[in-house]
T-cell receptor
Framework: AQKITQTQPGMFVQEKEAVTLDCTYDTSDQSYGLFWYKQPSSGEMIFLIY??????QNATEGRYSLNFQKARKSANLVISASQLGDSAMYFCAMRFSGSARQLTFGSGTQLTVLP | NAGVTQTPKFQVLKTGQSMTLQCAQDMNHNSMYWYRQDPGMGLRLIYYSASEGTTDKGEVPNGYNVSRLNKREFSLRLESAAPSQTSVYFCATEILGGGTPQETQYFGPGTRLLVL
């Protein structure tokens, strides 16, 4: 079965420091997509970054980068130079080729940025 | 452009009542989705519509029906609400609708539903 695991229910980081949010997955599929979404306290789901399973380079979007280690089946989100506005819940999600219609979500990590 | 809009933002129902959640998008995307998010969990797919005129079940379809009214609108109906349907409901869209692993889904702001 396809599964996403986020082992950090909560994380704290000092403003301006970098933070890594962990995500591991379990699949036998060769083709899949990895996504990270941010959910602030206002509740909306904001798309942050995408990594394809065949992409050789790690994805980057501004202060967000994805540390993709295919052999270890991990797709950690790195946020550089944390800002107070980064405080939110972060979800790792995947689309697998076998059930590509559905985004499968992890349980999320609550990030708090401290001033 | 408004992107993906959902109405209402918040609703309280009594057990057994019915209601329809509305979703509309102005991005000309082909596919639309309904998810629910329960406390402490990620989102789970209820129904989706790959293109206008088609709908299919997702992971948790029981107790729900959907209608893809046109390319822009996708509604979710609860015929007889139950407390177990208390949740936050999200509508999402994607551009091509091919359902490939590479496609990104974009979410609306959500509807908070409380069933007493």
């Amino acid at each position: 079965a396809q599964k996403i695991t986020q082992t950090q229910p909560g994380m704290f980081v000092q403003e301006k420091e970098a933070v890594t949010l962990d995500c591991t997955y379990d699949t036998s599929d060769q083709s899949y997509g990895l996504f990270w979404y941010k959910q602030p306290s206002s509740g909306e789901m904001i798309f942050l970054i995408y990594q394809g399973s065949y992409d050789e380079q790690n994805a980057t979007e501004g202060r967000y980068s994805l540390n993709f280690q295919k052999a270890r089946k991990s797709a950690n989100l790195v946020i550089s130079a944390s800002q107070l506005g980064d405080s939110a819940m972060y979800f790792c999600a995947m689309r697998f080729s076998g059930s590509a219609r559905q985004l499968t979500f992890g349980s999320g990590t609550q990030l708090t940025v401290l001033p | 452009n408004a992107g993906v809009t959902q109405t209402p933002k918040f609703q309280v129902l009594k057990t057994g009542q019915s209601m329809t959640l509305q979703c509309a998008q102005d991005m000309n995307h082909n596919s639309m989705y309904w998810y629910r998010q329960d406390p402490g969990m990620g989102l789970r797919l209820i129904y989706y519509s790959a293109s206008e005129g088609t709908t299919d079940k997702g992971e948790v379809p029981n107790g729900y029906n959907v209608s893809r009214l046109n390319k822009r609108e996708f509604s979710l109906r609860l015929e007889s609400a139950a407390p177990s349907q208390t949740s936050v409901y999200f509508c999402a869209t994607e551009i091509l609708g091919g359902g490939t692993p590479q496609e990104t889904q974009y979410f609306g702001p959500g509807t908070r539903l409380l069933v007493l």
